[in-house]
């Protein structure tokens, strides 16, 4: 089954403990991207990744850093959360930013 | 700067009445534009893209590239039809380089009452 799976699905943590959430597709898109999703403020692309090895940043990258080593992966990374960052948080992939993939969500809280 | 601008938090209709979910954008550029759905508890999914011109699901939206906006309507809404809807803008950068930014709108949602 064509998918885009987010792991962990929920997550409770503290201010400045690194964490990782994942992104893997099975899809063999060439594009995948990292939104964030607030009340009030719509989903905001916080990075993309055109290709392998090729990632920039979108409207909302500060706090956040990611890597394209495969073609299927695409982990956020946050090296020292802060409580502003908690939200919800959606990967996605697509043969470009025309037609895209959604995951599931993952819901963090940063204490 | 890039923006989209769904002006409508929520939308609250009758079943069997059209409905009009508006979005404005703000690009100098040639955009593309996608309307996007989240039905409850279900992912974000692409509703349809301008470029396509398709009607989904009886949901047709036209490009107004004098008045910058690309609004969603269906003649005539369904309970089913209650979500949360998206619009979104990435920037054109020629034909074949279309750069990686989507911009999404706020977003609306949507009411169908019995």
């Known amino acids: 089954e064509a998918q885009v799976t987010q792991n962990p699905r929920y997550l409770i943590t503290v201010t400045g403990k690194k964490l990782t959430v994942t992104c893997s597709q099975n899809?063999?898109?060439?594009?995948m991207s990292w939104y964030r999703q607030d009340p009030g403020l719509g989903l905001r692309q916080i990075y993309y990744?055109?290709?392998?090895?090729?990632?920039d940043k979108g409207d909302v990258p500060e706090g956040y850093k990611v890597s394209r080593k495969e073609k299927r992966n695409f982990p956020l990374i946050l090296e020292s959360p802060s409580p502003n960052q908690t939200s919800l948080y959606f990967c996605?992939?697509?043969?470009?930013?025309?037609?895209?993939?959604f995951g599931p969500g993952t819901r963090l809280t940063v204490l | 700067a890039q923006r989209v601008t769904q002006p409508e938090k929520l939308l609250s209709v009758f079943k069997g009445a059209p409905v009009e979910l508006k979005c404005n954008y703000s690009?100098?550029?040639?955009?593309?534009l996608f309307w996007y759905v989240q039905y409850s508890r279900q992912r974000l999914q692409l509703l349809l893209r301008?470029?396509s011109r398709e009607s989904i699901k009886g949901f047709t939206a036209d490009l107004n590239k004098g008045e910058t906006s690309f609004h969603l309507k269906k003649p005539f809404a369904q309970e089913e039809d209650s979500a949360m809807y998206y619009c979104?803008?990435?920037?054109?950068?020629?034909?074949?380089?279309?750069?990686?930014?989507?911009?999404f709108g706020q977003g609306t949602e949507l009411s169908v009452k019995p």
């Open positions: 996605a992939s697509g043969a470009g930013p025309n037609e895209q993939f």
């Open positions: 899809m063999n898109h060439e594009y």
């Open positions: 990744s055109m290709n392998v090895e090729v990632t």
């Open positions: 690009y100098s550029g040639s955009p593309e």
């Open positions: 301008h470029i």
């Open positions: 979104a803008l990435t920037p054109l950068r020629g034909i074949y380089n279309q750069g990686g930014k989507l911009i």
